[in-house]
């Protein structure tokens, strides 16, 4: 009996963050709050999400809400960096729903709706990135390589079925700032 309670324990503390009344309560490290806010369900560090993602999910360069952007492991992002694309503003302009990112109260793992990242990439491909922060009240100077977007629809080779991922409720706010997003990227 103790054998499937813990199996069913292990699957519910893997697949949410921790019990929190809103997926916004949120705080910790941003690869539980991707698959949570997403619904995709890769595991591991953030930056081996995008080949983790070959054969079981689509990927691509053209962001959609719902999609997981996943950063590339850098000097900055030793262990990468996963987050969920809330809304698509311009086509170099997005909004992002995140965790672990600012400083909020003097302590990071805080999760963040609707947050402005901005394409940067000299081909207008997603491929480099800036970020808002919370706490500097704007984009960062550092620039971020991305490998890109994966979609929440099975790819057509996966070797078993896996269910479409159906994002959060609360993957984005009822009214976003898309004039600040706008400013804050240009």
């Avoid at 491929?127 to 960062?140: A, E, F, H, I, P």
């Amino acid at each position: 009996m103790i054998g499937p309670v813990l199996v069913a324990l292990a699957t519910l503390c893997s697949t949410a963050p921790a019990q929190s009344a809103s997926l916004l309560d949120y705080v910790g490290e941003c690869v539980p709050f991707a698959r949570a806010a997403s619904g995709i369900q890769i595991y591991g560090n953030a930056w081996t999400w995008w080949d983790q993602a070959d054969g079981r999910y689509r990927r691509g360069e053209t962001p959609r809400v719902g999609a997981v952007i996943v950063f590339e492991k850098s000097a900055q992002l030793r262990l990468g960096h996963v987050a969920v694309v809330s809304r698509v503003v311009t086509r170099r302009v997005l909004m992002i729903t995140h965790a672990n990112w600012s400083r909020q109260n003097g302590e990071r793992g805080h999760a963040e709706q609707d947050v402005t990242l901005t394409d940067v990439s000299p081909n207008n491909d997603w491929t480099s990135v800036k970020v808002w922060y919370r706490d500097r009240d704007g984009l960062g100077g550092s620039i971020y390589p991305v490998y890109g977007f994966i979609y929440g629809n099975p790819d057509a080779a996966a070797p078993r079925a896996l269910a479409r991922a159906v994002p959060a409720p609360e993957l984005t706010g009822r009214n976003p700032d898309y004039v600040g997003a706008l400013i804050d990227a240009y």
